[in-house]
């Protein structure tokens, strides 16, 4: 399919075919495509200033960093632009609070260590900054996040993958404790999405991000959530992590912090974790720049403004039937949701022309 417009929750073809985007672009979208005080914003902005990069001060992003901090409620921001970047600064910021913080052994290769007959910097066994990930999990696609992936498609063909990372079920407590208690001392940060998205929509057990915030408080372990898909008003509240009332340590955000009109990450966390990383020691040319800046605010206006958080509820509530109906024409969804059928998912699929199968007679 070829999209050549879109307004809201809606989007059409060349031929002029309307469509409702049920994707919306993998939440990237959260506001609606186009939304109109996102655009002006963007316009206006653009007409100003729209890059002065890190060797300069602008003055957009400290009402986006202002902006930010204060909805989600930690003391500083560390803007990037595509997710994947955000996830790699995290990864980044845990390994250097690991180092200076919990004092995890520094690795060997830090200092340089040269190996004279490949004339590779090589990367010793032993003494290095853990972080912990869960099976199915996804966080992007470049090199050190890829590395984390039990995904063989992302993965084959890209190797030698970054060392030091270790998997875990997701959703398993149990796992996850006997991994803190064989390894707690080199883990710097356990990272997770609160429901996974690539894996299939995996929502954890009740209790699970509970368990996790106690596991790593006890083990001093950095609690890292990638809330780049399920964060911005996805699930109803402003952070999916706030549906246990937990409290990460670090929180990823991107997609629709940008509200699909540019891309806009950052990571957020409190002082004493943020400043590990020096002036210098990290940054990057378009991150914060003033037409981000701009953009990411009148996103957040919108959320705040429009009470999309609080319409969730609702919204739930009327679009029901599509959960009761979505893949049983699959025999395994069947099995799970056998009693799904209800009468409004059945007239959901007579209204599209589908039928539902009786789950059962499995071999019709």
Not at 41 to 67: G, V
Not at 196 to 221: F, T
Not at 223 to 242: H, N, S, V, W
Request: charged fraction near 25%; hydrophobic fraction near 40%; include cysteine.
């Amino acid at each position: 399919m070829v999209f050549s417009q879109a307004k809201g929750t809606c989007v059409w073809d060349p031929e002029g075919n309307k469509y409702i985007d049920f994707l919306s672009a993998y939440s990237a979208v959260n506001q609606g495509h186009c939304h109109p005080k996102v655009v002006k914003a963007l316009i206006e902005q653009a007409e100003r200033l729209t890059l002065s990069s890190r060797a300069f001060y602008n003055d957009k992003f400290p009402t986006f960093a202002e902006h930010l901090t204060h909805m989600f409620g930690y003391d500083m921001t560390l803007p990037m632009n595509t997710g994947a970047e955000g996830v790699e600064t995290a990864l980044k910021l845990a390994r250097k609070w690991g180092y200076e913080k919990k004092k995890i052994p520094k690795d060997e290769s830090e200092n340089g260590a040269y190996h004279p007959v490949s004339s590779l910097y090589w990367d010793p066994v032993g003494s290095k900054a853990l972080i912990v990930s869960c099976c199915g999990c996804f966080h992007g696609r470049t090199l050190g996040v890829i590395s984390m992936s039990c995904d063989n498609d992302a993965t084959r063909g890209f190797g030698p993958l970054v060392p030091g990372h270790l998997k875990v079920d997701f959703g398993d407590v149990d796992a996850l404790e006997q991994i803190f208690r064989d390894h707690g001392e080199r883990i710097c940060a356990f990272l997770f999405e609160p429901i996974q998205g690539e894996a299939g929509v995996i929502i954890p057990p009740d209790g699970y991000l509970k368990s996790v915030r106690d596991l790593c408080s006890r083990h001093n372990i950095l609690m890292i959530a990638d809330e780049i898909q399920t964060g911005i008003a996805r699930t109803g509240k402003m952070l999916a992590c706030e549906w246990e009332n937990v409290r990460p340590d670090v929180v990823i955000l991107g997609k629709a912090l940008g509200a699909g009109v540019i891309p806009v990450s950052a990571v957020l966390a409190d002082k004493e974790i943020m400043l590990c990383i020096k002036p210098g020691e990290h940054g990057s040319t378009f991150g914060g720049n003033p037409l981000a800046s701009a953009v990411a605010v009148a996103a957040l206006d919108v959320i705040r403004d429009e009470g999309l958080t609080e319409s969730m509820e609702e919204l739930n509530e009327a679009t029901k039937a599509f959960g009761d109906v979505l893949g049983l024409d699959l025999p395994e969804m069947q099995k799970q949701k056998p009693k799904a059928a209800t009468p409004t998912s059945k007239q959901v699929c007579d209204r599209c022309g589908r039928d539902l199968y009786d789950p059962t007679d499995m071999e019709n």
